[in-house]
């Protein structure tokens, strides 16, 4: 286990200093937080859950078993992380995003566990707006920006915006969030961190750094 993730032990504590929990926060024995972890009011991390270093989580989250958090990834009030949800390094989740894990749930047909759970990957980097909802078994891509409402069905490419209900692509975005203006050549330069993109035949690649 690297040094930098913690093991909570049957006391809610970890075995080593390291991050923050408020007090009414429950953190199950077996769960896994990275150092400098910040994990606010009325959260709940569930054993097997794992959080990587400097993550954030505000009120009211909730961590399902065998999620797994990259670094720096920010969970913004009201939103439940279900089985299946995996999330690599600097993530953002907004407030009352709505994720499941599960494509046709009956109360009368039981579906639980792997064989049930569809994966939803969310790649370096995404962003998505408050109270979004997505759908279980997508891929988001790096950088990928769900604008506030949306409804996701489908997969998501890297550094593309997208927005409604269902989702569908609206523009470009670059690693800062700026949208993206492409030239005939098919090349645009975010205006905050001057690196550039490439647009080839209907994905963006970043072709030069900040």
Request: one cysteine or more.
């Amino acid at each position: 286990m690297p040094a930098e993730i913690l093991l909570i032990n049957s006391f809610g504590m970890p075995d080593a200093s390291g991050y923050y929990a408020h007090p009414t926060a429950v953190l199950d024995e077996g769960c896994r937080i990275g150092a400098g972890c910040r994990i606010w009011h009325f959260c709940h991390v569930s054993a097997g859950a794992e959080l990587g270093p400097e993550c954030s989580l505000g009120q009211n989250v909730f961590v399902a078993e065998g999620v797994t958090l990259g670094r720096n990834v920010k969970v913004q009030n009201n939103v439940s992380l279900y089985a299946g949800v995996e999330c690599a390094d600097d993530v953002f989740i907004g407030p009352s995003v709505v994720f499941t894990n599960v494509l046709n749930p009956r109360a009368a047909v039981p579906r639980r566990g792997p064989g049930h759970y569809q994966p939803t990957r969310l790649a370096q980097g995404v962003s998505i707006g408050a109270n979004s909802t997505i759908v279980c078994g997508v891929i988001l891509g790096e950088y990928a920006f769900v604008g506030a409402g949306s409804v996701v069905t489908r997969n998501v490419p890297a550094y593309a915006l997208v927005y409604g209900n269902p989702a569908r692509l609206r523009g470009w975005m670059s690693a800062r969030g700026h949208r993206l203006t492409f030239d005939e050549a098919g090349r645009a330069t975010c205006p905050e961190g001057q690196e550039q993109y490439q647009l080839t035949d209907g994905r963006v690649s970043r072709i030069s750094p900040g």
